[in-house]
């Protein structure tokens, strides 16, 4: 797990990002881990400078190749549903895009896998990590349906972008007591999150909540 500890952070960073951590608290986001978590990360530096002063407010962001940074709120619930069943030793993260995910994952779990179909994103998430030394995060550039096979079995797998049903290869890399968050819909209006959990006999697949990610794309660029 990496802790992070970044110099030079501005008043006004601060501020904004407690009152972040206060709306995830009134939002009904419980886990102390996750809160620091997402208090330590500089979610500022992970969307383009224009909108940097909008980082901390509770809406996604784009950042380029049609593609969002998810809102903080999101981000929250879906690792908080990712850390109840167990401790994480390996994830697996489906959509690297700025890498602002992955960051917190990296705080929470032993090693985070994550992967990425857009090049310029993969190159530019595996690079602000590093610079933010953060060691603990493996990077694939490669379609994100195939998931990270060589690397499997996975504790948590989860998948920021929406297919119309969960990939068979996706739930063929869970180790058993593993959980996986993901959306799944046609579109953004239709899209359910779901809580995958693979027992000895098979698959638990529970419907959350409404939620709207990029669609689920296949091939890499």
Known sequence: M???????IGMTSRRTRERMIRRLVDQGIQNKDILDAMRGVPRHLFV????ASRSYEDTALPIGHGQTISQPYIVAKMTELLVSEAPLKKVLEIGTGCGYQAAVLAQLAEHVYSVERIKPLYQQAKDLLTNLSINNVSYLHSDGAWGWPEKALF????VAAAPPEIPESLLKQMAVGGVMLIPVGINREEQVLKRV???EKGYEIEDLEVVSFVPFLAGVN
């Open 2 to 8: 990496t802790v992070l500890h970044v110099e030079g």
């Open 48 to 51: 383009d400078d224009a909108l």
């Open 197 to 199: 959990i693979r027992t």
């Open 155 to 158: 504790d948590g797998i989860l």
